[in-house]
């Protein structure tokens, strides 16, 4: 078959276009397609047909190859050479009779295949380049619409446009959000699986990565790599503390953070409903770094304790010791968190007053250091 079918091909370009897939993934899908239809159609293998559909001569050829021999034991892939001389004298054994093929020549169910096989291309380019545009995203913040809410689990759907959809659990929210359908919501992109229906996408807003990439887009001195977020560690919903530091030694890498008048970390806190950030400068001494870590409390004096298990007994002003613990003991978890130091707060005198809790016993433990992903610069 060899036709100039225009129709064919503004529709490939249509196609192209409107699912955003390469025309050149499309054309091979219809190929194989039309092998399959063929193969269906005249009982044949892969290599008796031949199919070349070229856009730029809008051309479109299906042929079906087949054995010229002496004594033809299969009809459908073999032809005598007496025949095959009928249509050309030249033709010898062991040479290709190939003959073009006319689309209406190929049965009904031999189409049907074809389209089968066209669609399932379709949808497989299109889980494709789904999953392409979200693994482009992973550790990275999108904007999703809700599109349902399942009042009873509390976990809400969300359209992430081309990406697909993806799930937001409640344990992944945090705490005291409320959604309704049609609401756009930031999320972060903590992984993205290839599937056979398509990318699964786990988001989440309790992630420190949220914070990490929001201050990202809001300082300058983050995103070009002037100032570096070394270490982060959240309770969403409650505080975050960040610990900050710069290759340049004229830049003030908690300063660029905070902004003038406080104006960068305002907005992420107002985006975050009110969580609490702690801006800390990292350093290489991690006494220094575990004394900034406890701001706001004043530290006295910071003890490295000896054994395989990272631990450091730190003394602080008697009347600052609930101040370094913190609420039910969150300002020294998040230290620790952020550190990666077992902390054993003790106070200056080393008496604990009867109401206060007795840290000395109950260390805060810390898991690994939760570091922001590398930063995309794209």
Not at 158 to 179: I, M, R, T, W, Y
Not at 220 to 240: F, L, Q, S
Not at 268 to 273: F, N
Request: proline share 5%.
């Amino acid at each position: 078959m060899a036709t100039n079918n225009n129709e064919f091909f503004d529709a490939l370009a249509a196609l192209e276009k409107e699912r955003g897939l390469p025309a050149d993934y499309l054309i091979d899908k219809i190929k194989a397609a039309i092998v399959i239809a063929v193969k269906k159609d005249y009982e044949v293998e892969d290599d008796n047909v031949v199919v070349d559909i070229d856009p730029n001569i809008g051309a479109f050829r299906a042929s079906l190859l087949q054995d010229i021999v002496e004594e033809v034991e299969n009809p459908h892939t073999q032809v005598s050479l007496e025949d095959a001389q009928k249509i050309r004298k030249t033709y010898k054994v062991g040479q290709r009779l190939v003959t073009p093929l006319k689309t209406k020549e190929f049965g009904r169910i031999a189409a049907q295949t074809a389209k089968h096989v066209i669609r399932q291309g379709l949808r497989e380019g299109e889980r494709s380049l789904q999953c392409s545009e979200m693994q482009s995203r992973a550790h990275e913040i999108i904007t999703g619409t809700v599109t349902a809410v399942d009042a009873e689990r509390g976990n809400i759907v969300l359209d992430l446009g081309k990406g697909g959809s993806a799930v937001l659990p409640k344990n992944e929210q945090v705490p005291g959000e409320h959604f309704t359908e049609g609401q756009m919501v930031q999320v972060y992109v903590v992984d993205v699986l290839a599937t056979e229906r398509g990318p699964r996408v786990t988001i989440s807003r309790t992630h420190p990565g949220l914070v990490k990439r929001m201050f990202e887009l809001e300082v300058p001195e983050i995103y070009d790599g002037t100032v570096e977020i070394k270490a982060i560690a959240r309770e969403a919903g409650a505080r975050t503390k960040m610990a900050v530091w710069s290759k340049n030694p004229d830049v003030d890498p908690v300063g660029a953070c905070i902004g003038a008048h406080g104006s960068r970390v305002e907005k992420i806190v107002e985006e975050l409903g009110g969580e609490k950030i702690d801006i800390i400068r990292w350093s290489e001494d991690i006494n220094e770094f575990i004394s900034a870590a406890l701001s706001p409390a004043k530290v006295v004096k910071v003890e490295l304790l000896p054994g395989e298990t990272k631990s450091c007994r730190v003394t602080v002003p008697d009347h600052q010791l609930s101040l370094a613990i913190g609420n039910k003991g969150q300002n020294v978890r998040l230290c620790a968190h952020l550190t990666g130091y077992n902390i054993d707060i003790r106070p200056e005198s080393g008496y604990y007053g009867e109401e206060d809790e007795t840290p000395a016993e109950q260390p805060a433990e810390a898991p690994a250091a939760e570091t922001a992903p590398e930063t995309s610069k794209e």
